[in-house]
């Protein structure tokens, strides 16, 4: 029986936000995607870079400056950069998904442009195309040939942190000679670290041995501030905690990464550890890891924990919500989506991913683009505001949305695996979470008050999440799975949003200058000649310290 390798790493590269005042001043950076070959479990493989490095560099910028980006892509295939959680505020020609922009060829050189408006926080950007964030291993091509040939994914090889394999905290499970990433802290210091799980489809457990993790914020939102002892995080998820160095450094400490709706004993080899160092500290970790949650017979110990999870809503801080958002409980609904996810289904004998059972086809030419060029028949506006009793279909259907609108959205997943749904252009409040299918009923049981504001959501196999959304952010924005494997499989829609009265572009900025060309207007895209611009001035922010395929956190 033929085998491969499947290591599910991720790149997480990320984007800090503070706050500034002034004028909004620019900041550039340039990024260069290439091959190069790492060995972060001792074999080597070809991995995706930026700038050379695995994983690439962060990028550190202050809330509403103008960011300036010129992605290089030096791969063999197309590319498309997507910024997960900034909302691109009246500009969706820059958010980096194939209903949006056309992809950068080959050889050639794309920039970004766009404002970090009103945000702060620290997110992830990815190549959004052919499952090209899964780099390692056999990376995308392997895990797409899989999916292909209506294979599901299996188990990965391993979770990496910051790009590194596991401490050799079991000699049976983890072999000699591999790399693992070591934290330097002083006793009594408190460090704020921030965790992405930026991996394929796999829910990690987040912990540090014998340290609370005081929650601070959440992709851009400030949390009421809580201990935890270790926390469930989803497929494309952020968060930052405060963790203040309290031990007696005996010896080193575990940072810990595992899988988590899984069979743990079974995935036990794929666990990401690295070390906390004291500079005090007596000797190396030892002895067995600290717990992941007891609760396989107990499925509402992670969904309890999520609803713990609750805005500050006095703190302050950039606030990109609309005058009046933060009373959502109050707000009048002005539709309801219930976005419904089956396990995967054969279409026309290929395996295919579904909501409401659309399997999402990209457009040949990006919505936007369409629109302001009159092409016809690109997309139709016809996706079904709930689940349909038809067999599943491929088609290019979105939501026609209405500006200015607040609506609902329920998820309701039915699939076997935990998802995450994730939404382009904006943040929205999680008011409601629960097993079993939606009914009106569960309104009731709606927080109206303090939900978390953030991008990306879990929804529980067998369950279901609720959010409300405050539709303010004109263009075309992805609504996606953000487990690779789903969404690749065409688990995805837009919601296509247009200001008929906006005649002098106040809402929505013009197609850029310097907008890429395919699909019905491949004829306006001219040749480009050999890159010769000035080299940008790159800002690091200290080294990333991440957690992989999943996790990766930041000291700062």
Known sequence: MATFRLLYWIFFIGLLFKIGSCADPFANFELDFSYITASPLGVPQQ???VNGKFPGPVLNVTTNYNVVVNVKNKLDENLLVTWSGIQMRRSSWQDGV?????????????????QVKDQIGSFFYFPSLNMQRASGGFGSLAL????????ELGMPDGVLINGKGPYRYNT????????????????????????HNVGVSTSLNFRIQNHNLLLAETEGYYTTQQNYTSLDIHVGQSYSFLVTMDQNASSDYYIVASARFVNESLWQRVTGVAVLHYSNSKGKAAGPLPDSPNDFYDKSYSLNQALSIRQNVSAS??????????????????????????????????LRATYNGISFVNPDTPIRLADVYKVKGDYKLDFPSKPLNRPAIVDRSLIN???????????????????????DGYSFFVVGMGYGDWTENNRGSYNRWDAISRSTVQVFAGGWTAVYVSLDNVGAWNLRTDNLD???????????????????????????????????????????????????????????????????????
């Open 317 to 350: 801080g950039a606030r990109p919500n609309p005058q009046g958002s933060f009373r959502y409980g109050s707000i009048n609904v002005t539709d309801v989506y219930i976005l419904k996810s089956l396990p995967p289904v054969m279409i026309n004998g290929k």
């Open 98 to 114: 194939l209903g949006t922009n056309c992809p950068i060829p080959p050889k050639w050189n794309w920039t970004y442009q766009f």
């Open 401 to 423: 949305a209405t500006y200015k609108g607040f609506i609902e959205i329920i998820l309701q997943n039915n699939d076997t695996v935990v998802q995450t749904f994730h939404v």
């Open 144 to 151: 797409r040939k899989a999916l292909d040939s209506g294979k």
């Open 172 to 195: 049976s499970l983890v072999p000699d000679g591999i790399v693992h990433e070591t934290i330097n802290v002083d006793p009594g210091k408190t460090y704020r670290i921030r965790v």
């Open 47 to 49: 991995v995706i870079a």
């Open 486 to 556: 789903r969404w690749y499989l065409g688990q995805e829609t837009y919601m296509r949003i247009i200001n008929p009265e906006d005649s002098s572009n106040k809402t929505e900025l013009p197609v850029p200058d310097n907008a890429l060309f395919c699909g019905a207007l491949s004829h306006m895209q001219k040749p480009q000649k050999a890159s010769s611009a000035t080299a940008l001035h790159i800002r690091l922010l200290y080294m990333m310290l991440v957690i992989v395929p999943t996790l990766i956190f930041l000291l700062h």
